[in-house]
Each structure stands twice: as structure tokens, then as C-alpha cells.
């Protein structure tokens, strides 16, 4: 099969379009859709000048979606006066698993000559993911305790970073995966939130000094083509699943849309316009209420809270008393 644009040979037939693409043209569309996505989002500010610049942190895993938008920014961005890119990367403590991954984050930031910052749960919280998942005084799947974790590293070093915007490399299939979940479990404050944390513009966000305004730029690039530009661009990603990887019901979903996109493509496309459009109104309905925003310090970390102590906290509380 040749490639719709030039003739050359394809490497990529993309059902939800009907088009075939050439090495060149892959690239040149995710790109295309990335810097759109970032237009749309209005994610640079008309405040942002060479004696202003704002500060982008990127979550860098050193897997492949993280890799292929640190890439993108950094080649879009890289030499804008008026953008400043800083990766943040945390190490969980997983034997075997994360160090080769921030090998390869290391190599990348390198590369691209852009600021690279290493956190990790044991210097932060003096736990290791190895040793939660040995002891699990909560009785829940290794992903509930990282996501905690991960989460408030990444908003905590954002914030001391003097980050304007918090980028992670969620990609189309996954905020598709993420949207059923919430509907299949009926959780419209959490559609609200998914909806504060990564969709639409920040004009609102950006008034409030609770949380550092998220961005997700790959989030309309589905996950093969986020593996194919990663491999036809040679990028340093280590592509290999988390030993501890147990979420079940995600999985149920990520073969259920799998099979749908396979019978019906354009399945997530879809998805994804109509749930940006009821999760734009549902944050509009829990800001209307005064949900969500009665929000205060945690007693023992002081970070942002609903309740008397985070959820960080709480579970940090359980391994202590193991």
C-alpha cells in the first residue's frame, strides 16, 4: 500500500480516517495534531514573552508516550524565548523496572539540552513501591497506591518548579479508557474533575492557586501511533510494563474499545468529543454548587485537601502502622 500523500511506501493505515502513511507523514501528522491540540488548549498564554517566559514541566516516565511529547515540545518549543521545558521524572522504587527507564529519560533530556529533576518516593515518603505492594495494608491494586503517590509528587515539584503548566503523555486511548470508566461507574464528580484536570481552555484554572493547570497534548493521538512515532524517530523509550500493573477493570476496558475501534472505527474519537462536551458541563454544574472548592491544608503535609488529612497521607498512616 502506498502512502496517500507521496507515493512511498506506507507504514501506517489508520481505519477511523482511511489513510495510509509513509514514515515521513506519520511523523509529520502526529505533530501536526500535538501542535494543535496546544493551540486549542490555549496552553501559551499571550502573557508569555522572552523577559516573562512560562515554565512547562513535563512528566517524563521515560516510556513511550512521555518520550514522544517531550520530543515534540522540545522540538516545537525548544528555542521559544518565551517557553521554558523542566522533565520531571519519579522513581517508585520497582527493582529492575524504573532505572532503565530513567536511563533512558536521562538520554533524552541530554540530548534535547533540557533541565532534567529525579524524585523518588523513598527520599520523599521513605517507602519503596516493592515494599507497599509486600505489605498492602489497604488491600488494593499496587496501581491505587502509586497513582496517590505519583500525583503528588509530580503537583508538589511542579509547584516548587514555579511550573505554569503540568504536561503528562496521556494519549487518546487512555482518556477514552478513562471516560468510560467514570461512565460505567456512574462518577460524575469525577468526570467534573478529569474535566478541571485536562480539558478546555485555562482561563479559569489559572485563577486559582490550588493546583498547577495540567495539559494532556498527545491525548487525541492514539496509542499505536504514539508507538510508531516513537520507534520511526529512534527515541530512547523503554517500552515494558510495570511489574506491579494490576488494573483489571482498565484492562476490561482496553480490550472492550479495542474490539469496538476494530468493528467501528472512530470508536474513541467519538468518545472523547462527546465526553469533553457533558464533563464541560458537569464542571460547570459542581462550580455553580460551590462543589470541590471548599478545600483546605492537610494536617500532617499541609498539601491541598476536601478532608482533615490527603489521601497521600492516609496511606503513608496504613504502611506506618504495618
Not at 477511523?16 to 501536526?32: D, F, I, N, P, Q
Not at 488491600?139 to 509528587?153: K, S, T
Not at 485555562?202 to 486559582?208: G, I, V, Y
Amino acid at each position: 500500500m502506498d502512502c496517500d500523500r507521496c507515493g512511498s511506501e506506507a507504514v501506517m493505515n489508520a481505519a477511523y480516517s482511511g489513510a495510509h502513511l509513509c514514515e515521513e507523514h506519520v511523523t509529520r501528522s502526529v505533530e501536526k495534531r500535538v501542535r494543535r491540540r496546544i493551540r486549542e488548549d490555549d496552553m501559551l498564554s499571550d502573557e508569555a514573552t522572552p523577559e516573562n517566559p512560562e515554565t512547562w514541566v513535563i512528566g517524563l516516565s521515560g516510556g513511550k508516550d512521555s518520550v514522544v511529547l517531550t520530543e515534540i515540545l522540545a522540538d516545537t518549543f525548544g528555542k521559544d524565548p518565551r517557553v521554558e521545558l523542566v522533565a520531571l521524572s519519579i522513581h517508585e522504587g520497582i527493582e529492575g523496572y524504573r532505572d532503565e527507564s530513567l536511563a533512558a529519560s536521562e538520554e533524552l533530556t541530554a540530548d534535547l539540552e533540557i533541565a532534567h529533576e529525579v524524585v523518588g518516593y523513598e527520599e520523599e515518603f521513605g517507602v519503596r513501591m516493592d515494599d507497599v505492594v509486600e505489605d498492602d495494608p489497604e488491600n488494593m491494586a499496587p496501581c491505587a497506591y502509586c497513582g496517590v503517590f505519583r500525583r503528588d509528587l509530580l503537583e508538589d515539584y511542579a509547584e516548587q518548579l514555579g511550573a505554569d503548566k503540568l504536561l503528562t503523555g496521556h494519549n487518546l486511548d487512555d482518556e477514552a479508557q478513562t471516560a468510560l470508566m467514570n461512565f460505567l461507574e456512574g462518577d460524575v464528580k469525577q468526570v467534573a474533575k478529569h474535566f478541571d484536570a485536562s480539558i478546555g481552555g485555562f482561563e479559569d484554572r489559572e485563577e486559582s492557586d490550588s493546583f498547577v493547570p495540567r495539559a494532556k497534548p498527545l491525548r487525541d493521538i492514539p496509542e499505536k501511533e504514539v508507538a510508531l512515532y516513537a520507534h520511526l524517530n529512534d527515541l530512547p523509550a523503554h517500552i515494558t510494563e510495570c511489574p506491579h500493573a494490576s488494573e483489571a477493570y482498565r484492562g476490561e476496558i482496553q480490550e472492550l474499545l479495542l474490539k469496538l475501534e476494530e468493528n467501528h472505527p472512530g470508536t474513541r474519537h467519538s468518545i472523547m468529543a462527546g465526553y469533553e462536551e457533558l464533563a464541560s458541563l458537569a464542571a460547570d454544574s459542581y462550580d455553580d454548587d460551590g462543589n470541590g472548592k471548599d478545600l483546605g491544608e492537610c494536617e500532617r503535609c499541609g498539601s491541598t485537601t476536601s478532608g482533615d488529612v490527603c489521601r497521600k497521607c492516609r496511606l503513608l498512616a496504613s504502611m506506618e502502622a504495618v
